[in-house]
């Protein structure tokens, strides 16, 4: 058993999420803004990789006042779970995840993160899950998840943690937010980076469920298809 898996992001016409630096610039308008901020209200947790957070050191907040008063009352807190993924214990005490908003920070390590960090981020708080040996184990972490109680999981990125998470089959549905601008970078991080698949034959299959025009772009919503129903 595991949590409804949603990945959320946004990109370049081109397919960048970010600059070839890994410079996060603003791709789409207010209208999706809003739009995320729904999406994580509606979350029971949201999710990001250790490079999103050392790159961009994103709050993971809900911004709209009414959602947070919302979200207090249906859940006791104004923002949902924020966890990172983080194998080596490498989240900064100073990150904003810790400073700003409220809810349950939840830090999942490996068994040969060192300690001195795992107990540094518990000193501020985090809940700590330790799941897999040299790396977490997104399959072995999703169960803890369940068992938590959380239900719905919105991930945030990065490229790395997408690919992770879609090659082993971990991910319900896809929400790309394309923008109306050209990033380029032969270096630049698209929505799936990581090793990649190998042929058609063994990449993961998608139903397009709707499109529509959001701001200055489009915004597409996929089903991921299970490996029975891949042509």
Not at 220 to 227: D, F, G, S, T, V
């Amino acid at each position: 058993m595991r949590p409804h898996v949603t990945i959320n992001a946004a990109m370049s016409a081109d397919g960048k999420i970010s600059t070839h630096r890994r410079i996060q610039v603003r791709i789409s308008g207010d209208d999706d803004f809003n739009r995320v901020d729904n999406m994580r209200a509606s979350a029971d947790a949201v999710m990001v990789g250790i490079g999103t957070v050392l790159a961009d050191d994103p709050s993971l907040t809900v911004k709209s006042g009414q959602l947070r008063s919302e979200h207090k009352k249906r859940c006791g807190s104004e923002d949902p779970a924020r966890i990172v993924v983080d194998s080596m214990a490498r989240t900064p005490v100073d990150a904003d995840i810790f400073k700003k908003g409220e809810g349950e920070r939840i830090i999942a390590v490996c068994e040969n993160a060192p300690q001195s960090r795992v107990e540094a981020l518990q000193h501020m708080g985090a809940r700590i899950i330790t799941a897999g040996e040299q790396q977490v184990d997104l399959a072995g972490l999703m169960s803890e998840l369940k068992a938590l109680g959380i239900d719905t999981l919105m991930v945030e990125g990065g490229a790395t943690l997408n690919w992770s998470l879609v090659s082993r089959g971990l991910v319900d549905e896809i929400y790309t937010y394309i923008g109306a601008l050209v990033l380029g970078g032969e270096g630049a991080p698209t929505l799936v980076d990581g090793v990649g698949f190998a042929d058609n034959t063994d990449a993961a299959g998608l139903e397009l469920v709707s499109m529509e025009r959001v701001d200055n772009g489009v915004l597409l919503h996929w089903h991921l298809l299970q490996k029975e129903h891949i042509k």
